[in-house]
């Protein structure tokens, strides 16, 4: 049987993988279907491109890539965040769905690098001779 902190590690990975995932769907289709700034499709869907980069880390529970998405995903927040108060009606809907994807998936890849930390060095401590 798992511990509690195997489980909460496997919780907190497809929580990430996840919303990465939407997140990048979300983006391609609020700009070419759901809501484009022109008419027939944006070149804006171009925005899900850099997602792609982290996506082979998460996937492969990789801790900097977990590290330095954190911090592009902050990119994605701020857009939702511009969107949300600067356009009105579908757009603004999307862009509170980007801004709650980015938030979760901000806060499973902090709190999947901490429990890992944590595990890293309680297994440490518990193969470290005894004196």
Known sequence: MQDDGVVMQNRLYMLSAG?????????????????????????????????????????RRRIYTYQWSSMLILAYFIEG???????????AQLAHAEIALSLLFFGSVVAYVRLTALRERAGRRASAPKI
């Open 81 to 91: 965040v511009v969107r949300g108060y600067a356009e009105s009606g579908l757009s």
């Open 19 to 59: 919303s990465l995932i939407a997140l990048m769907a979300l983006c391609v289709a609020w700009e070419l279907w759901l809501a484009p700034l022109r008419p027939g499709g944006s070149w804006l869907a171009l925005k899900a491109l850099p997602l792609l980069a982290p996506l082979p880390g998460i996937l």
